[in-house]
């Protein structure tokens, strides 16, 4: 990679999987372009503290050496046009005006800076691979899986805290996973209630062949959690965390005392749920395909509704 090129991956300021994703796309675009990644979210992201703090390295490791301020240099060019030197850490971009990072020039142009903060499908990134690379032909899901390995490096605390769940409550034993959308998801997915109630069907044929097992219910919903103890009892595990009612506002727009909480709980549960032996979730759901992702799952231990 060029020491003066650099590809500079924003936060969409949306859903943590859905900043995620984005990222992991642009770290593909980066490698395809010989540009050094660097990822800042500022304080417009959902999970932001401090606007003195890069909120994705308060959960993951560094994808460089290299860190925004290292970008802010008057010798440097920036594209798109409304970035430049002194601007890197604006809140909000469109501030800045309507420009936006095409595909088009992320591969071709020459500024020394460009700079993201508008998704790009890995799909559509990955139509630039050639053949003959290592990746040629893969499927999105296999694309994000490799970035997300790859790169995706958890800071120790939030590891910790996540080995410390899984040894208390989860090792040694047989576990299905099970990940439930409510809320605002049915704004995306009309027939999300229906989708629901297919999910015990699935549950109790896994508990007919593994009747040992616990489920590991992941939900935003709090609704949902009380109807699963309800219906399972004492097998159900879960973390604790903040949920919302079947009907309210998504958990990512919730007010949290402490917006690091409300990341590190998401992340949590995804990292969590890929130890578990058996997968259900929501194919419509970012936080579903990224738990598909982070593990090398068998067809016959993972099943995604739609």
């Not at 142009?109 to 508008?118: E, G, K, M």
Request: with cysteine.
């Amino acid at each position: 990679m060029s020491n003066d090129q650099f590809l500079l991956v924003q936060t969409l300021g949306a859903g943590f999987w859905w900043d995620m994703h984005h990222v992991l796309g642009q770290l593909l675009a980066a490698e395809l372009t010989q540009r050094i990644p660097v990822v800042y979210w500022g304080k417009n992201s959902l999970y932001s503290i401090s606007e003195e703090i890069n909120t994705f390295e308060q959960f993951f490791l560094p994808v460089s050496d290299c860190t925004v301020h290292d970008l802010m240099n008057g010798d440097f060019t920036y594209y798109p046009p409304k970035w430049n030197s002194k601007n890197l850490f604006c809140n909000n971009s469109k501030k800045l005006g309507e420009e936006y990072l095409d595909l088009y020039s992320i591969m071709n142009c020459s500024a020394n800076v460009l700079i993201n903060d508008f998704h790009v499908g890995i799909e559509e990134i990955a139509r630039w691979l050639k053949e003959g690379h290592p990746l040629y032909g893969c499927s999105p899901r296999d694309l994000y899986s490799h970035m997300l390995k790859k790169y995706i490096k958890l800071q120790p605390n939030v590891l910790d805290e996540i080995d410390s769940f899984y040894r208390v409550n989860m090792i040694k034993r047989s576990i299905l996973a099970v990940h439930i959308r409510s809320s605002d998801k049915i704004c995306e997915v009309p027939h999300l209630k229906e989708l629901n109630k297919r999910y015990p069907l699935e549950i109790d044929k896994y508990l007919k062949s593994n009747p040992s097992a616990r489920i590991f219910i992941m939900t935003d919903c709090s609704d949902i959690l009380s109807e699963y103890k309800k219906l399972y009892g004492d097998i159900v595990i879960h973390t604790d965390c903040k949920r919302v009612s079947e009907n309210d506002m998504g958990v990512h727009y919730q007010d949290y005392s402490d917006k690091k909480r409300k990341g590190s709980e998401v992340i949590k549960d995804t990292w969590l749920a890929a130890k578990c032996d058996y997968f259900i979730g929501n194919g419509h759901s970012n936080v579903s395909r990224a738990i598909s992702e982070l593990k090398d799952w068998q067809d016959n231990c993972i099943k995604l509704l739609y």
